[in-house]
């Protein structure tokens, strides 16, 4: 903060105010996942932004916006989860163990096995979508 970087400052100020507003409500942020979540969701929210400044032709309000997105995108880049060779190995060693136990193999029954409750991945810091991915591509 003594450096001065406002963009910096602001995105961490606005992310601050999401978590206390989110705090207030019944699903408060709780975990690296839903804080991950939440960078995201304002790296999107500034992506649209940019593009609609770009298209009225307001060059300063884009420029801002995408040093928003790059602060955003470096912190939701500090958010450690679950690599990808580790999802597609747990994924595989599950779809086997179905496979031999008889059981239905479908998208729903699996993702149950991974990330439901008792699961592989229950309580791990895994995203459900990249988890879906790689689940569609080995059925």
Do not use: C, W
């Amino acid at each position: 903060m003594k450096a001065k970087d406002t963009n910096r400052l602001n995105v961490l100020r606005a992310l601050l105010a999401e978590t206390t507003n989110a705090a207030k409500t019944s699903s408060p942020i709780k975990t690296d996942l839903q804080l991950l979540s939440l960078l995201r969701k304002r790296a999107a929210a500034s992506k649209m932004a940019a593009q609609e400044f770009s298209a009225a032709n307001r060059n300063d309000l884009t420029d801002k916006e995408e040093a928003q997105i790059a602060v955003l995108e470096e912190y939701a880049g500090e958010v450690d989860t679950v690599g990808e060779e580790e999802i597609t190995r747990v994924v595989g060693e599950v779809i086997g163990k179905m496979r031999t136990e008889q059981k239905k193999v479908d998208l729903g029954s699996v993702l149950k096995a991974l990330v439901g409750p008792a699961g592989e991945f229950d309580g791990k810091p895994v995203e459900k979508a990249e988890v879906a991915k790689i689940v569609k591509g080995m059925l």
